[in-house]
């Protein structure tokens, strides 16, 4: 019976192994160790595949993916649970103790994903960071059935953690090591910037390609009808938009920047308020507070001036420190400006975007080698952008040609005047800026990856 009993468990092991190791040419998958729905590079990755691929995204659940990824029927979600979080306020040596437990959950969860519940694809196209444990996983995993790795590298891992620990901690340069072993041994890799393609290759002999983030083709300019359909569904959601402000009033069908009736249509407001919007993550590397601090000096400014406009400023996005800033603004008494969190359907950010007259980036990178997506989004959709300065920002925002640079909250207010004084008839710099960003917008994120990309993961190359 026990020589039966291993006759079959070989039999049953060389059958599975072979089954793991049947890749499948068509098919592809993408893994995200963190929420897909907030990672658009990922979903415009699984997008530009699913024309030639069947693709498996394996990720946290979270927020929502863009209606085109839902609807796609080539493309197919599988959700790794997440790891209990422990509750605030306990001792930094719980986290420290409970760091490892995570790491082990999460590596079962991810192991029996990527090993029992989705076919064996040609290649894995992993996100990274986060690093651990996802990329000695994949690595693992791509080995044992078969398939090429490919990582697309946003950031550097260890220099996030680095942040809360600081730059000499034991996890800090476990998370280093990991990256640099198992990042080596990738079969290729992509990155952002061309600031960390020299970095990796001088730091760790990693030969990757720059593919640099583009808006897909829905960030757009838009509209004046879809503005005005935009503000009133938001205002319907969020009543404090529809206050009044600055002796601006909103009546009938008008909102604080568009009004409509039967013989025009809709129509921008000829005193409509200057419309703000900054993505943030609510994490370490973009401090709000600069942000927070330039309003206040605004606002100041505003009070003394009869040419500058009443601001109003959406911030999007979800993090850690966005209930500490919320309750910040609700302790301002502002009457020139006014600041709203909100988190937006995918489908309505595009149309924000479009519909905004200045875009704020506050991102200044832990590693100083990637850039804000955001700011890719905002040029995609025809929005300038004042952008918080750091070393590769140079890639995209080209100070007084497509954005303006600042280092401080009093540098902000500054580049907020200079672009709003005589709004919304005579502000020569913000239209200059404007035309520039118009103008560059033929190159999107379908011909970038097309002409980068898919040689490598469509080709094989």
């Known amino acids: 019976p026990l020589a039966m009993f291993v006759e079959v468990a070989l039999v049953v092991s060389v059958l599975l192994l072979v089954w793991l190791r049947k890749a499948n040419a068509k098919h592809a998958c993408i893994v995200v160790l963190g929420d ?8 415009y990755h699984a997008l530009s595949l699913a024309s030639d691929f069947t693709v498996s995204v394996v990720a946290n659940g979270g927020s929502k993916p863009h209606e085109n990824i839902v609807e796609n029927p080539n493309i197919r979600l599988f959700t790794v649970p997440v790891c209990p979080s422990l509750p605030a306020g306990l001792p930094k040596i719980a986290f420290l103790l409970y760091a490892p437990v995570k790491v082990l959950f999460q590596s079962a969860a991810l192991c029996f994903v990527l090993l029992l519940r989705i076919r064996t694809p040609a290649f894995f196209l992993v996100q990274n960071p986060p690093s651990i444990p996802t990329l000695p996983l994949v690595w693992l ?4 059935r078969g398939a090429r790795m490919v990582v697309d590298w946003h950031n550097y891992g260890y220099s996030i953690l680095s942040l809360a620990l600081g730059t000499t901690h034991i996890l800090v340069r476990i998370a280093a090591w990991i990256e640099r072993v198992f990042g080596a041994r990738a079969d290729r890799a992509f990155c952002v910037t061309d600031a960390m393609q020299r970095d990796l290759k001088t730091r760790w002999g990693i030969n990757a390609i720059t593919l640099h983030d583009c808006a897909p083709d829905h960030f757009a300019p838009t509209p004046i009808a879809q503005r005005h359909e935009l503000f009133t569904r938001l205002q319907a959601d969020t009543p404090a938009l529809m206050a009044a402000l600055a002796g601006r009033q909103v009546t009938g069908t008008d909102t ?6 039967t013989k025009d249509g809709a129509t921008a407001r000829g005193d409509r308020a200057a419309l703000l919007v900054s993505g943030t993550s609510w994490t370490p590397d973009e401090d709000f507070g600069i942000l927070l601090d330039a309003l206040v000096d605004y606002e100041k400014r505003a009070t003394a001036s009869v040419t500058l406009p009443p601001i109003v400023c959406i911030i999007t996005g979800k993090g850690p420190q966005r209930a500490y800033y919320e309750e910040k603004i609700t302790k301002l008494a502002l009457v020139h400006v006014r600041i709203l969190t909100m988190w937006l359907r995918a489908e309505d950010y595009p149309l924000l975007l479009g519909a905004a007259d200045i875009g704020v980036s506050l991102h200044t990178s832990s ?86 990309a898919r040689p490598v993961l469509v080709q094989g190359k």
Do not use: I
């Open 36 to 43: 897909f729905g907030r990672s658009p590079r990922m979903q």
């Open 141 to 144: 995993v791509a080995r044992v």
């Open 256 to 261: 604080l920047f568009t009004t409509s009736n």
């Open 367 to 452: 590693s100083g080698l990637d850039l804000p997506m955001k700011v890719v989004d905002m040029f995609g959709a025809g929005l300038p952008v004042c952008a918080a300065n750091f070393a590769c920002l140079h890639e995209l925002v080209q100070d007084r040609q497509n954005g303006l640079v600042f280092s401080s909250a009093a540098e902000l207010a500054n580049c907020l005047e200079e672009l709003l004084t005589g709004f919304p008839s005579a502000t020569p710099l913000l239209d200059s800026l404007k035309t520039t960003v118009l103008a560059r917008r033929s190159r999107t994120w379908t011909t970038t990856w097309n002409a980068t």
